[in-house]
Every structure is written in structure tokens, then in C-alpha cells.
């Protein structure tokens, strides 16, 4: 079964960076696009950057990370990575990676990222 192994997250100040790792053992990983989503409390989970399969040329981002965010992925250790910069409190939220579209009934324990002063 796939798993997906999400680090990174923690406690940082408003304008602060971090950033995050997805660990995954889906074969033929090259093959699939990816995503990281984030779960905020009282919301549901949304997509909030995507990076195409093979080198991955394309990225995708919504519009309230545009220009903060940064989606990479590398295939030959099969893992998928978000640096998050200047961030906000809003941020706050339980961040998870899965395909883009994701596996629904596959989700890993994700990383708790809180944005605070």
C-alpha cells in the first residue's frame, strides 16, 4: 500500500520560512503528479501547490501562496518537497502530500505547521 511521510512543519514567527518533505514509496513515482494540501481547523482540505509528473516543469500554486511558495520533487529518492517563505498566520494549518489528484483513502499522519508570534 502507498504511504506517504510528511516532516518538516513546526512553530515559526510571521515572515519566517520552512520547509517541508513527503517521503513516498508509490512506484513509478515519476509517473504521477503531485501535491501538497493543507487542512486548517473548520476547514476542509485544500490544494495549495502542485507540480507535474516526470522533471516536473509545471507547477501550480493557489493564489494565496503565489510567490511564497515553492513545489519541487525529486524522483530518484521518490520524494516531493514545499518551501514556505514569508509566512503568515493564516498558514496555520496540518499540511499533507498525496498525487495531484490525490488517492482519497491514502493520506499520510501530516506535519503541523503554526504560524505565530
Known amino acids: 500500500q502507498v504511504q506517504f511521510v510528511e516532516s518538516g512543519g513546526g512553530l515559526v514567527q510571521p515572515g519566517g520560512s520552512l520547509r517541508l518533505s513527503c517521503a513516498t514509496s508509490?512506484?513509478?513515482?515519476?509517473?504521477?503528479?503531485m501535491g501538497w494540501y493543507r487542512q486548517a481547523p473548520g476547514k476542509e482540505r485544500e490544494l495549495v501547490a502542485s507540480?507535474?509528473?516526470?522533471?516536473?516543469?509545471?507547477?501550480h500554486y493557489v493564489d494565496s501562496v503565489q510567490g511564497r511558495f515553492t513545489i519541487s520533487r525529486d524522483n530518484t529518492k521518490k520524494t516531493v518537497n514545499l518551501q514556505m517563505n514569508n509566512l503568515k498566520p493564516e498558514d496555520t494549518a496540518v499540511y499533507y502530500c498525496?498525487?495531484?489528484?490525490?488517492?482519497?483513502?491514502?493520506w499520510g499522519q501530516g506535519t503541523q505547521v503554526t504560524v505565530s508570534s
Open positions: 498525496n498525487l495531484d489528484p490525490p488517492l482519497r483513502t491514502t
Open positions: 508509490k512506484n513509478f513515482f515519476s509517473s504521477y503528479g
Open positions: 507540480i507535474t509528473s516526470g522533471s516536473g516543469g509545471g507547477t
